[in-house]
């Protein structure tokens, strides 16, 4: 098969590409208690899925994407706190925030690679953070926001205190943000991507605007980290400091890694067993939780290069 | 006056604490192009060594000291041998993936350990205090400190410049193809290095108890300044992680003087600008 039926066959909808979807639904159904637990899983994936255009598929390396995701949250909980708590037009200025940002913030860091540019990626949070501790009068400070009252989403569907609405709200946002996703990394533009993290100097030579495009998906893919900042905002109406902490870079790092980088669907497989690893293990042992994770990933890094997808095909001889 | 005297006197003492944490992992970034995030974990296990030494066994400062360089100096080592040389050559993510997952790993060890709180220091009595400098009185505890960063500087720039060691570490640097070629052997270097970088680490945990509190958080709260230093001086060398620990230490400590309601944000800023104006870090090779 060449390459070109190959991205061709990729771009078909496949039967299993309906399976996290139907998992999802049947969740509603199934979780009872959990649905809570649910709506930060659909909230994790999508906060990976973005990390996924810009690490796996455009293969920028980054410790802060948290500052988007951070960015976002903030937007729509100061949004809802102090304008109003209409969700929808919520989440639009949390996109539209999240993407200037990573606009700004990329056309400066962009021009960087290596050491420096993971270091810069680490400097805009750690800039941001200190931004939302100081800026306390409005944010809360070290104490978080409060006060972030949502209204029902198109003034009908109210967030009840069982968390259905805003599990199917998230559903919904999730699988709205997957289409634009997958059509993106089928498109020309996300192949001209994988060209890049192949191989940036022949992308250059062949005559692909290298920096630009890297810009667009950087800029594509903090609109979305937003939108999934704006969901924890407005589903658990709180937003504290920590939506913009080193430690959320990193797990969300890793959620992606252990389901497979580049791969669309890393992100759903990767969040959601980490998720509800966390929920279980923390139970039993909160303290230790990280200890297992970070030997995971060591081990990982090791032995398993690829994550559990890469491990699927592997078996199955792919 | 007496507001400048005190910002460049805890500047230079907190430049001092960042520049011995960090000076190890500018070498061995230089030499092996490592990223090695969890460098600030062997600083904080070098602090919890030697304010448990401390409070627990009534271990003298300088002793505890010692203790903690030579302990952390060879865990790295074993740690390099089985765990971090499997990864040189290996791609920037699995080795950013690999040292978060120690980061991790150590932190939750430490947690379990000692508990989530900040370790309290009780100084020698030697060190708590003022000392009378005659114009003015400044802490025994910070002028102890730059005494002895200026001390290990000295040291540290005697040992790379005239010794052999040193000769082939700075050789190895420069060109580490040519200069395995004339018969350096390059891993026995580059783990010595490591050693002498990560022993340097903990000894600024240890130094610093008092200035970088000893929590758990410690290898992710102080990364962010840790990486800068190297990234702002310049990988490889001994002199630019040096003018930039001085950069962040008088910034850092004068905004939080100065502005205290914008605290770090200003230095931040700073070192961004300062990045994109010079990627390879003020003294790095491009």
């Known amino acids: 098969m060449s390459p070109v039926d190959a991205s061709i066959r990729g771009h078909r909808l496949r039967a299993i590409e309906l399976l996290p979807w139907l998992i999802a639904i049947g969740g509603y159904f199934g979780f009872g208690d959990y649905l809570t637990l649910g709506s930060q899983i659909l909230i994790m994936i999508l906060f990976a899925l973005s990390l996924d255009l810009v690490l796996g598929y455009a293969g920028i390396v980054t410790l802060g994407h948290s500052a988007f995701f951070g960015a976002g949250a903030y937007a729509a909980g100061i949004y809802a706190a102090y304008v109003t708590g209409e969700p929808l037009s919520g989440l639009l200025i949390a996109a539209l925030t999240a993407a200037l940002i990573g606009w700004i913030s990329g056309f400066v860091i962009l021009r960087t690679q290596g050491l420096a540019l993971l270091m810069l990626t680490l400097a805009v949070t750690a800039l941001l953070a200190e931004a939302a501790n100081k800026a306390s009068f409005i944010t809360g400070g070290a104490d978080g926001l409060q006060g972030v009252d949502i209204d029902p989403i198109f003034g009908v569907f109210r967030f009840d205190l069982f968390g259905r609405t805003a599990y199917l709200y998230c559903l919904a946002v999730l699988f709205l943000t997957w289409l634009f996703a997958r059509r993106l990394v089928h498109s020309s533009f996300g ?14 030579a062949i005559g692909s605007p290298v920096r630009r495009r890297l810009l667009t998906v950087y800029t594509i893919s903090a609109a979305l980290a937003g939108i999934a900042g704006a969901l924890l905002a407005q589903t658990t109406q709180f937003v504290g400091l920590t939506v913009l902490g080193f430690q959320r870079s990193g797990e969300i790092l890793i959620m992606l890694v252990f389901g497979g980088i580049g791969r669309l669907y890393g992100a759903f497989v990767g969040a959601s067993l980490y998720m509800i690893a966390q929920d279980q293990l923390a139970k039993m042992d909160p303290e230790f939780w990280y200890f297992w994770i970070g030997l995971l990933l060591v081990l990982l890094v090791m032995f398993a290069r690829g994550g559990i997808l890469g491990l699927i095909d592997r078996l199955l001889g792919r | 006056m007496e507001a400048l005297t005190s910002i460049l006197f805890h500047g230079l003492a907190y430049a001092m604490i960042l520049y011995i944490v960090s000076v190890g992992l500018s070498v061995t970034m230089g030499l092996m192009g490592f990223v090695n995030l969890a460098h600030g ?246």
């Open chain 1, 191 to 204: 192949r001209s991507l994988v060209g890049i993290r192949e191989n940036a100097a022949r992308m250059h």
């Open chain 2, 41 to 286: 974990v062997f600083a904080m296990a070098g602090g919890y060594v030697t304010v448990i030494l401390m409070n627990r066994y009534a271990v003298p400062f300088a002793l505890a000291l010692a203790i903690a360089f030579v302990a952390l100096a060879l865990l790295s080592v074993i740690l390099e041998r089985t765990l971090y040389a499997r990864l040189y050559g290996a791609s920037e993510l699995d080795q950013v993936l690999f040292t978060i997952g120690l980061i991790f790993m150590s932190v939750a060890i430490v947690r379990y350990l000692w508990g989530p709180l900040p370790q309290p220091v009780h100084l020698p009595h030697a060190l708590s205090g003022q000392l009378d400098f005659g114009f003015r009185t400044f802490p025994t505890y910070r002028s102890f400190l730059i005494a002895a960063g200026f001390i290990l500087i000295a040291l540290l720039w005697l040992g790379i410049e005239r010794t052999r060691f040193g000769a082939q570490l700075r050789a190895a640097v420069d060109n580490r193809r040519m200069a395995e070629s004339i018969g350096i052997d390059t891993r026995r270097l580059f783990s010595l290095a490591f050693a002498l970088g990560s022993g340097l680490a903990a000894l600024g945990g240890g130094l610093g108890a008092d200035i970088l509190a000893i929590y758990p958080g410690y290898a992710t709260e102080y990364l962010v300044y840790f990486l800068m230093v190297v990234a702002i001086g310049g990988l490889g060398s001994l002199r630019g992680p040096f003018i930039a620990a001085l950069l962040l230490g008088f910034g850092d400590t004068a905004c939080k003087y100065l502005v205290p309601e914008l605290g770090a944000f200003f230095v931040f800023a700073a070192m961004i600008v300062l990045l994109l104006w010079r990627p390879a870090g003020l003294f790095g090779r491009a």
